[in-house]
């Protein structure tokens, strides 16, 4: 099973909400990523964790909030977003963290900032 | 830093066309390269890879080969069906000390007609 799934599939938030993503999988992966992807864009790398603890920040602000409770989970905390963080958020992970393995992804989260 | 270049798209095809989609590289060790999919709606799903020189990648028709001489890795398929409508991202592999990366290209966005 290479799985990796993301909760909610849509998500419309107000500027002073707070909220959570939730990304899952159960494939023994030990790597797991965020992407924010806008429309007709690649996916821009947000955060990786590698064992459980934040190996890359690239620079994120900090309405975003990321948290690897355990192996299998990543959730992304959200607070004081911006209409601009609109976006598809994606979760991958892989099962190593050398460049030959490849990275799996959910079907993501869109997110509608009002 | 390492980047990756796709040919602009759209693409568009008729359905049994042959298929190429350019994408070279630029990386200053050796990293491994990856197609991904993204159909319309959903999270990217890997297509194929290669991670060493002259290795070809193939999978459900579509095949790449890492050319180091050319720093290329096109994709190509020899025919065509409506349901290979996607848009197609390369990446390459970064790897560092407790981490992974991929740099993606824009994406080339292809539309095959019956």
């Known amino acids: 099973d290479t799985e990796v799934t993301q909760t909610p599939k849509h998500l419309v938030m107000g500027m002073t909400n707070k909220k959570s993503l939730k990304c899952e999988q159960h494939m023994g992966h030990r790597a797991m990523y965020w992407y924010k992807q806008k429309a007709k864009k690649p996916p821009e790398l947000m955060f990786v964790?590698?064992?459980?603890?934040?190996?890359i920040n690239e620079s994120v602000p900090s309405r975003f909030s990321p948290e690897c409770p355990n192996s299998s989970l990543l959730n992304l905390h959200l607070h004081a977003l911006q209409p601009e963080d609109s976006a598809l958020y994606l979760c991958?992970?892989?099962?190593?963290?050398?460049?030959?393995?490849?990275?799996?992804f959910g079907p993501g989260t869109r997110l509608t900032v009002t | 830093g390492d980047s990756v270049t796709q040919m602009e798209g759209p693409v568009t095809l008729s359905e049994e066309a042959f298929l190429t989609i350019n994408c070279t590289y630029t990386a200053t060790g050796y990293p491994s390269l990856f197609w991904y999919v993204q159909y319309p709606g959903e999270g990217l799903q890997l297509l194929l890879k290669a991670t060493k020189a002259d290795d070809k990648g193939s999978n459900k028709g579509f095949e790449a080969t890492y050319r180091k001489e050319t720093t290329s890795f096109h994709l190509e398929k020899g025919s065509v069906q409506v349901s290979d409508s996607a848009v197609y991202f390369c990446?390459?592999?970064?790897?560092?000390?407790?981490?992974?990366?991929?740099?993606f290209g824009t994406g080339t966005r292809l539309l095959v007609s019956p």
């Open positions: 964790y590698s064992y459980e603890k934040l190996s």
């Open positions: 990446a390459l592999s970064e790897g560092g000390t407790g981490f992974q990366k991929l740099v």
């Open positions: 991958a992970s892989s099962s190593g963290i050398s460049s030959s393995y490849e990275q799996y």
